[in-house]
């Protein structure tokens, strides 16, 4: 999932990651994952407003339903 750049900073990707979460949470899930190649860059401020952590260089991993 992405967003095009000349749409971003407009809470697209919070509104795409929030709502994927709820139906994560939805069907039962505990954890979530993301991973990605270097484009992923931009997104990792978002990610971790969401809770999430570093793994990798490229990955992360957020326990959201505790």
């Given at each position: ?14 509104a ?28 990792e ?21 505790r």
């Open positions: 999932m992405g967003v095009r750049p000349s749409h971003q900073r407009q809470e697209i990707g919070s795409l990651l929030t709502r994927g979460i709820q139906r994560l949470h939805e069907k039962g899930c505990t954890v979530v994952t993301s991973g990605g190649n270097e484009s992923v860059k931009p997104a401020k978002l990610f971790h407003k969401f809770g999430f952590s570093d793994v990798t260089n490229r990955s992360f991993v957020a326990s959201i339903f």
